[in-house]
């Protein structure tokens, strides 16, 4: 008990708020493995109040003393944290002995831990340099909260044949539905503080939103992000700007928005929230640069209508996997190809999201084959010698109807033709009109396709 307490008080000493978080780990440094088992069999339910009180308000150690209601305060936060270290330990040993073991007693004992935190800077003057501590607890209370949820899941037995009319799955997020509370509570705490800035707890703002944001999409309840982004919007005058944030917080922040944005089809803010996550993140953090292009690379899709380039894709083959059969359809105008794709990726479309977006790239698929017919049609005969060529202009409708034929492997009439053809003058992804008692597509001279240099 000595040590740990002893490194806590020397990190409160220097100021130090993410060395003092250290002291409240839920897992053992690879320097000490036996530190939570020692810290744990250094006292007992009946002292251990007595001894963390002597150790932090009476010891020596550290060489200064804490007021009497902070210094209780940490007491109680020490008190909670030895009773949850020793949940941890017996979690870990049944866990060994089986592996679905239940981790719903270690969860309750972390959250009263946070709910001790949340007490000690509401009541008894914790300082806001210290508010890393709120980092751990916020972390690990997530982390447990979905332990305890797999472990009751896993618990489930043939008994509930017998309550029918009950769901099933109802209870399966119990824990971390409740996490997902304690995190808004610590959200709360940190911006309603009224605090000067240099001495507030909204400096701990954005770790926070972030496990919140994380919380609500494994939930799949990410309409309550919105509440989130309402309240930091009310309270922007009062927070310092997201650049003032470490960059781990903002790339984060930027990539959670950036995703939210683009589930709701706001391509545009998405590309921009997602693009600057990107060039914040760190050149070595290959995984968040990958969740970032996954969702980057179909925002791109649909707003500048560009394809990822295989450099992009060389550091991530299972983006390679994803996005190389698509793109080839794409620049091919490979229509029945690019359907083919869709279908054998479905399964990991739809898991992340990002179906729905990808099918709308069949637009800009058949943008190109539309593009090759006009190309192919050559250029109209020159009135002058000297005239610069003109392109054909005027493409009879069953030219487009064969080539969308063939690229669809599906005869298609020239009603369903035009149909096509129509909507793609609509998007602006192609320039004219469509004559129909001549049987033709009247496109326009200065820029037919729009975006593609002809």
């Known amino acids: 008990m000595e040590a740990v307490i002893s490194e806590f008080k020397r990190a409160y000493k220097e100021g130090d708020g993410y060395g003092l978080s250290q002291s409240f780990l839920p897992i053992a440094p690879e320097s000490q493995p036996q530190r939570l088992y020692n810290f744990f069999r250094s006292s007992n339910f009946a002292n251990i109040q007595k001894d963390i009180k002597y150790e932090i308000l009476h010891s020596n150690a550290g060489g200064f003393k804490f007021s009497s209601e902070e210094g209780n305060g940490w007491v109680e936060v020490f008190v909670a944290y030895w009773k949850a270290v020793g949940e941890i330990l017996n979690a870990e040993a049944a866990q060994r002995a089986n592996p679905k073991a239940s981790w719903t007693k270690t969860y309750e004992a972390w959250k009263e831990l946070v709910n001790q935190l949340l007490r000690g800077y509401n009541t008894c003057g914790f300082e806001a340099w210290t508010v890393p501590c709120l980092y751990v607890a916020g972390k690990y209370i997530r982390i447990f909260a979905i332990k305890a949820d797999e472990g009751i899941t896993n618990g489930t037995n043939a008994t509930t044949n017998f309550q029918e009319d009950l769901d099933p799955e109802a209870e399966k997020n119990e824990k971390l539905e409740d996490a997902a509370r304690v995190l808004n509570r610590i959200f709360q705490s940190c911006l309603a503080d009224r605090a000067p800035l240099e001495d507030s707890r909204k400096w701990g703002i954005y770790n926070i939103i972030n496990l919140l944001f994380k919380t609500y999409f494994k939930l799949n309840s990410i309409s309550l992000t919105k509440n989130v982004l309402r309240a930091i919007q009310a309270y922007r005058g009062d927070m310092p700007p997201l650049d003032a944030f470490p960059k781990s917080h903002q790339v984060t922040f930027k990539y959670y928005t950036g995703v939210i944005q683009f589930l709701e089809e706001n391509y545009v803010e998405a590309e921009k929230n997602l693009t600057e996550a990107w060039q914040l993140c760190h050149k070595d953090a290959v995984r968040n640069k990958e969740l970032i292009l996954t969702y980057l690379i179909p925002c791109h899709l649909l707003t500048t209508h560009t394809l990822p380039t295989l450099t992009l894709l060389a550091p991530f083959p299972g983006l390679q996997k994803l996005f190389l059969p698509l793109s080839r359809c794409i620049k091919k105008g490979d229509l029945a190809g690019f359907d083919a794709a869709l279908i054998a990726g479905e399964d990991e479309f739809v898991k992340r999201r990002i179906y729905l977006t990808l099918e709308r790239g069949r637009d800009i698929a058949l943008r190109n084959l ?53 909507n793609m003058i609509y998007k602006n992804l192609m320039k004219g009109y469509i004559a129909r008692e001549r049987g033709i597509v009247v496109l326009s001279k200065g820029g037919a396709f729009p975006g593609t240099g002809v």
């Open 370 to 422: 539309l593009r090759k017919v006009f190309i192919a049609g050559g250029y109209e005969e020159a009135k002058e010698p000297a005239a610069p060529p003109v392109r054909r202009t005027r493409i009879p409708v069953t030219e487009f109807g064969a080539a969308i034929s063939i690229g669809s492997k599906e005869t298609m009439d020239n009603d369903e033709v035009e149909c096509l053809l129509a």
